[in-house]
């Protein structure tokens, strides 16, 4: 049974940092394509950032780029989301995700992904 398993959301304050996690298990994760979306209060879920099985690959949205750092740990069957200089437009529900084949180039269109984490809360106060 395929499980994502996000952790490390919390209550920050803007100009703060969190860092997220990403634990997979059931799948073939070294052989998986990642990516982190969000999704704020009354908006649609939004992609955030990518990155490829061996890690050589990352795209970020534009929103993020510069602030937030996707990496990953193949041994450890996880993923991760450095958040820094958070601001409160950032508050959202994170989900890690897989994607459903390596040969799907988009990276930040959803239904390319096939398996989803239940989602950690971010806040950020201003």
């Known amino acids: 049974q395929v499980q994502l398993a996000e952790s490390g959301g919390g209550l920050v304050q803007a100009g703060g940092s969190l860092r997220l996690f990403c634990v997979a298990s059931?799948?073939?994760?070294?052989?998986?394509?990642m990516g982190w979306f969000r999704q704020a209060p009354g908006k649609e879920r939004e992609f955030v950032a990518s990155i490829s099985r061996s890690g050589s690959s990352i795209h970020y949205a534009d929103s993020v780029k510069g602030r937030f750092t996707i990496s990953r740990e193949n041994a450890e069957n996880t993923m991760y989301l450095q958040m820094n200089s958070l601001k409160p437009e950032d508050t959202a529900v994170y989900y890690c995700a897989r994607k459903k084949s390596s040969f799907l180039s988009q990276s930040d269109v959803q239904t390319n992904y096939g398996y989803w984490g239940q989602g950690t809360q971010v806040t950020v106060s201003s």
């Open positions: 059931g799948l073939a994760f070294s052989s998986s394509d």
